[in-house]
């Protein structure tokens, strides 16, 4: 089975930056895309970015200019580089993985558990 273990939320103050990182470990052969999606207080999950295997990314309007999304193939790892934090970006942070593809043949998708991002003064 295929685990995502993410890392780095916590609270920091607006203007400040964190970094997220999210490690998927198992029998994986690839993985076509990684990235973030986000959930606010009473809000639905949005795609924050992504970035496939051959490092094409996408951001969501929001946070272009402040996030750099970054991939480690060689250890399905992503990274989600936050800057400029704003209380608006505080949400439960999912990381996935789209299109897994495992040992035996199997495509699917995975989730991460959730990072919790607070910003706030």
């Known amino acids: 089975q295929v685990q995502l273990v993410e890392s780095g939320g916590g609270l920091v103050h607006p203007g400040g930056s964190l970094r997220l990182s999210c490690a998927a470990t198992g029998s994986i052969v690839s993985i076509y895309a990684m990235g973030w999606y986000r959930q606010g207080p009473g809000k639905l999950r949005n795609l924050v970015a992504d970035i496939t295997s051959d490092g094409r990314t996408n951001y969501a309007v929001s946070v272009k200019g402040r996030f750099t999304i970054s991939r480690d193939n060689a250890n399905n790892t992503v990274y989600l580089q936050m800057n400029s934090l704003k209380p608006e970006d505080t949400a439960v942070y999912y990381c996935?993985?789209?299109?897994?593809?495992?040992?035996?043949?199997?495509?699917?998708?995975?989730w991460g558990q959730g990072t919790q991002v607070t910003v706030s003064a």
């Open positions: 996935f993985a789209d299109r897994t593809r495992l040992i035996g043949g199997v495509l699917t998708d995975f």
